[in-house]
C-alpha cells in the first residue's frame, strides 16, 4: 500500500482533478465528513481542465425528515445507514445516463427541492459529495449492493477527536466508528485523504 504524503489543499485539488479527467463522464465520490469544500475545490481544478463539473451534495438526497427521525432524531444507525436515499442518488445523478438532478430535497424547508433534471453536458463530471458514501450496501443492515457506482472514490478519514473539533454531536460518533470497521473506506477508496488538519492534509495516492 502507498504511503501517505503531505500536500497542500491547491495540490491536493489538482491531483484529484487529474485522476477524474476521465474519458465520458466520470463519476466521483468525495466520501467523509465536511467533504463540501474539497468538492469545491475539486470543481474549479476541474474548470482549470476544461471540464464542466456537475456538483452534488448527497444531503440534497436525504430522506424527508419524517423518514429520517422514524427511531428519534438521536439514532446513529439510521443516521449511518437510511438518511440518504441512496436508490433516489442512484435513478437521478450516478446512473441517469445523459440526465442528471442537482437536488431531490431540500432539508433545510423540509419540502422538494424543486430542481429540474438537466441534460449533461460534453466533458462533464459528477461530483457527489457525503457521508457514508462507500458504504451504502455494505453494512450490517441487509441492504443489497456493494456501494454506489464511480469511477473515482476519494475517502476524507478523521479521528474521532477531529470529528468532535469540527462540531460532529456525540451521538453521532458510533456511526463514523461503526462505518469505518465495517465498510472499511479507507481500504476500499482509490485516494484516501487524512485530513486532522484540513490545511495539512496527506493523501494516500492509487500506486
Given amino acids: 500500500m502507498s504511503p501517505l504524503t503531505p500536500v497542500s489543499p491547491t495540490a491536493l485539488a489538482a491531483g484529484l482533478a487529474r485522476l477524474a479527467d476521465l474519458p465520458g463522464t466520470p463519476r466521483v465520490l468525495l466520501d467523509g465528513h465536511g467533504t463540501a469544500g474539497l468538492s469545491d475545490d475539486l470543481c474549479r481544478a476541474l474548470r482549470e481542465r476544461g471540464r464542466v ?29 437510511s438518511w440518504l436515499d441512496a436508490a433516489a442518488l442512484r435513478r437521478e445523478v450516478l446512473e441517469a445516463g445523459s440526465t442528471w438532478l442537482p437536488a431531490l430535497w431540500d432539508v433545510e424547508r423540509d419540502r422538494s427541492a424543486r430542481a429540474v433534471v438537466q441534460p449533461v453536458p460534453d466533458r462533464a463530471v459528477l461530483v457527489v459529495d457525503g457521508t457514508f458514501l462507500l458504504g451504502t450496501g455494505l453494512l450490517d443492515t441487509g ?3 456493494t456501494g454506489l457506482p464511480a469511477e473515482l472514490t476519494v475517502h476524507v478519514a478523521l479521528s474521532t477527536a477531529a470529528l468532535t473539533r469540527r462540531g460532529v454531536p456525540a451521538w453521532q460518533l458510533p456511526a463514523f466508528t461503526s462505518y469505518d470497521e465495517q465498510a472499511d473506506p479507507s481500504g476500499r477508496c482509490d485516494v484516501l485523504v487524512r485530513a486532522e488538519d484540513p490545511k495539512r492534509p496527506a493523501v494516500r495516492w492509487p500506486a
Fill in 53 to 81: 463539473p456537475l456538483q452534488v451534495r448527497a444531503s440534497a438526497f436525504w430522506r424527508p425528515a419524517g423518514e429520517r427521525f422514524t427511531w428519534g432524531r438521536e439514532d446513529w444507525q439510521a443516521f449511518r445507514d
Fill in 143 to 145: 441492504l443489497p449492493g
